[in-house]
């Protein structure tokens, strides 16, 4: 059972302890199956999305000097709002709602020490980075990437580690951060994803690709 909160730790910014004792409530009554597969998306959920940062990058090696800087920068965005999300996190101390809320039942995941605070939630940062960063670079995978990020999101409270205002905020942060960066830092880094593509260095050249000159007049076979 949890206990009241602690009082070196702030109160949330928004009350959303209700319908976090809805959510974990349906989560004690789960089916196994679903409690499972939640414990495990929380944190399998980041390694997808950096798989598709891989892909982004492959497929981008082909591309224009602009198409593989933006393939770079979707994981830097996710980097920076990372770093804003704990620089938040810091400066707001806000005590996780698995030791904070009085009468809700207790977390399928491990509550996480005191010290680690709750506001905003990384995952949820991570994942709204990724999943609009990829969507802007690569708009085929916006069906895909934004679902993802909305059930990693939701993951983190049905595993009762974040309230809702957590996860909704670190969302938001994310989705912002890599508007920004994927909006205004493309043109620095395409002028040096050319000058790397004329590099002596083999290496640098496979790091950047051939871009599409390389096959541009290929034979017919």
């Known amino acids: 059972m949890a206990t009241t909160p602690l009082t070196l ?7 959303t302890s209700g319908l976090y004792r809805d959510i974990t409530g349906f989560a004690a009554d789960a089916p196994g199956w679903l409690q499972h597969f939640f414990e495990v998306w929380t944190e399998v ?10 892909a982004a990058w492959w497929r981008a090696r082909r ?14 965005a996710t980097a920076l709002a990372y770093v ?3 620089l938040l996190k810091s400066a707001v101390d806000e005590e ?10 207790t977390s399928l995941a491990k509550c996480p020490p005191h010290g680690d605070w709750s506001f905003p939630s990384n995952h949820a940062t991570i994942a709204g980075a990724s999943a609009v960063a990829l969507a802007l670079i690569w708009r085929g995978l916006a069906w895909l990437t ?13 595993v009762g580690v974040h309230y809702p205002f957590d996860v909704a905020v670190g969302l938001a942060l994310g989705a912002l951060a890599a508007f920004l960066v994927i909006r205004f830092l493309p043109p620095p880094l395409t002028g040096l994803v050319a000058a ?26």
């Open 84 to 86: 804003a999300s704990e």
């Open 146 to 158: 934004l679902p993802l990020a909305l059930l990693m999101a939701f993951s983190r409270v049905f």
């Open 45 to 54: 959920g980041l390694l997808l999305f950096g798989a598709l940062f891989l």
């Open 96 to 105: 996780r709602p698995c030791r904070a809320v009085a009468g809700a039942v």
């Open 9 to 15: 730790a702030s109160a949330p910014p928004v009350d």
């Open 63 to 76: 591309g224009d000097a602009r198409a593989l800087a933006l393939a770079v920068l979707a994981p830097l």
């Open 196 to 221: 790397m593509r004329t590099a002596s260095q083999p290496a640098v050249r496979w790091l950047v690709g051939p871009g599409p000159a390389a096959h541009a007049y290929a034979p017919v076979r």
